[in-house]
């Protein structure tokens, strides 16, 4: 959970700034240094993720773990957390992949690690070739399979989706086997979406701080960030999530119930 937590947040705190929402412009949308006291909480994650047993680590955490232990040689510099990284990969590049891959805990992080390798030069020789491998088929599911799920397309786990479809689709934009041009196409329009209203339709609070976390992710890369900026509905989102959060940074359980008939449709 802590290295989930780790891959999930930290992309956003480094890359996303978001001033009181009373008075934003565009141009003050720039990617802020990560508090110093992020990082130590986002090393100890990783940390304890990488002293478990082998045994224990199923593939979404290897790859979760990989990419925060990436972030971690970002902010840090230590090239120690880029060794674990890779190695973390290549673990998870040695279990199979197919159906499995598209469970937004592995997609997701798989992507957002892959887009690195490729900006930090490393996309090559046989590493490329076997991230290839599992891109290709991830990628024409996101294709063949979303458009038939129009209804569900601003849920948290359809934008994990689409972030990681949209970080191999860059990471491979010259290759032919995968459908980069029809990703590029259903990624504005799903943008073209959500930015007209403002919102995400989510009932339950962890998916709703789940899907903002993720829809700036895919904001960054698109560089919808300045839209989102000057949304008033956005600013509504926002500030109906912060009005939601405890002072101690606690987001109350709400809407799960709906998913299971024996438990209340509240379950604070």
Request: with cysteine; aromatic share 8%.
């Amino acid at each position: 959970m802590a290295s989930l937590l780790a891959a999930t947040v930290l992309p956003v705190i480094a890359g996303v700034n978001l001033p009181p929402v009373s008075s934003v412009s565009a141009a003050e949308i720039a990617p802020p240094a990560v508090p110093a006291g992020y990082v130590p909480l986002f090393q100890a994650a990783v940390d304890a993720a990488l002293a478990l047993p082998p045994a224990r680590r199923q593939p979404a955490d290897r790859i979760t773990t990989a990419l925060a232990a990436w972030l971690v040689a970002e902010k840090t510099g230590d090239a120690r957390y880029r060794a674990h990284a890779l190695a973390e990969l290549d673990a998870f590049l040695a279990t199979p992949g197919g159906r499995a891959d598209r469970d937004f805990h592995v997609s997701r992080p798989l992507g957002l690690l892959v887009l690195r390798l490729h900006d930090a030069g490393l996309l090559v020789g046989d590493l490329r070739a076997r991230l290839l491998a599992r891109a290709v088929p991830l990628v024409s599911w996101y294709v063949e399979s979303h458009p038939l799920e129009a209804r569900f397309f601003d849920c948290n786990i359809a934008l994990a989706d689409a972030v990681a479809a949209d970080c191999l689709a860059r990471s491979f934009a010259t290759e032919p086997t995968v459908p980069a041009a029809r990703v590029r196409e259903m990624i504005a329009a799903l943008g073209a979406r959500i930015l007209a209203t403002g919102d995400l339709d989510e009932d339950a609070s962890n998916y709703s701080s789940l899907g903002l976390c993720f829809f700036l992710e895919l904001a960054r890369l698109e560089g919808w960030l300045p839209r989102v900026a000057e949304s008033d509905a956005f600013r509504g989102t926002f500030a109906r999530m912060r009005d939601i959060i405890s002072p101690a940074g606690s987001i109350p359980e709400y809407g799960d119930g709906s998913f299971r008939a024996r438990e209340a449709r509240l379950d604070f």
